[in-house]
């Protein structure tokens, strides 16, 4: 499977397991010896491919440089940019007016970055069921975002969640949504019969079941309602690729894909005239577009 497939939202820097280790072992100096570990995993598993999300360490411009030498075509934004005092400082720079946020847009220009990746919402909230951390930027700011990435020539990645949050970032233009949990119809629709591509990361929900840190009664409806969203997006044609958000915790790299595309499978496949090859086509333009626009 894995060869036919990449990875489209990894971060290289975090190791699955424990993200304050992962920022001590490569704050001040990216460690080589690590990152060379995590690529011999894709590697081991015939990926090829790989779309990462940022860092403010360094991490991601390292695993670019010596992604080659494991046959792998490595894509980076360098760095994720977000509004400061807002979720996204794990992953990058933040900003307070759209002049600095223009900056960071050169700045990663300038480092020669394939892409920009924003931050416009929270993240889940696992102690409750279909709660956010914070909603979506102001409509307005989402869309100046994405219209002054655009201006300099580079794709928008939109780490987006909530109906709202994907509802606007779609609206702006977005080249791909991250995660898009928490939507409702009218956001599917919106995303469906548009040009982005939806990236939904559900392991980083599924892989959590079992680990005793949050309810499993909330992890199964939260994971039950991204399976009915799936559907019913895939009914009305829009396009998705598989990304793990590899890094992620219980989320290894490598493994991360075969775990995600498992989750597809299980979500999809039951109502699939054509089946696994049917799936498997539907998946694939969806990483060639990636491809072409990252």
């Known amino acids: 499977m894995t060869g036919n497939f990449g990875e489209c939202h990894a971060h290289l820097f975090m190791n699955g ?143 987006t969640n909530g109906a709202r949050g994907v509802l606007w970032a779609v609206e702006a233009g977005v080249d791909s949504v991250e995660h898009g949990n928490f939507q409702d119809q009218e956001s599917l629709d919106a995303l469906a019969q548009s040009k982005t591509v939806w990236v939904p990361t559900c392991v980083t929900v599924k892989n959590l079941m079992g680990c005793g840190r949050f309810s499993d009664s909330v992890l199964e409806s939260i994971y039950r309602g991204f399976q009915e969203n799936l559907r019913y997006f895939y009914r009305k044609g829009g396009q998705a690729a598989l990304g793990s958000d590899a890094g992620a915790y219980r989320v290894l790299h490598g493994q991360g894909l075969l775990d995600e595309y498992a989750a597809f499978q299980e979500t999809l496949l039951p109502g699939l005239e054509g089946g696994p090859q049917e799936l498997e086509g539907w998946l694939r333009r969806g990483e060639e577009k990636i491809r072409r626009l990252f």
């Open 17 to 159: 397991l424990d993200y304050r280790r992962a920022v001590e072992d490569h704050r001040g100096h990216p460690r080589e010896t690590l990152v060379r570990e995590h690529l011999r995993e894709y590697q081991r598993r015939g990926i090829t491919f790989i779309r990462e999300g940022g860092d403010d360490y360094g991490v991601s411009a390292l695993a670019r440089r010596l992604a080659p030498e494991y046959g792998i075509t490595y894509r980076t934004s360098l760095f994720a940019i977000h509004r400061r005092g807002h979720y996204g400082a794990i992953v990058g720079k933040g900003y307070d007016t759209l002049k600095e946020y223009a900056a960071l847009v050169k700045q990663v220009k300038e480092l020669k970055g394939d892409f920009i990746k924003i931050m416009t919402t929270g993240i889940m909230d696992f102690e409750t069921d279909h709660t956010l951390t914070e909603d979506t930027l102001p409509r307005q700011e989402v869309s100046q975002l994405v219209h002054i990435a655009h201006e300099e020539g580079l794709s928008v990645m939109a780490h």
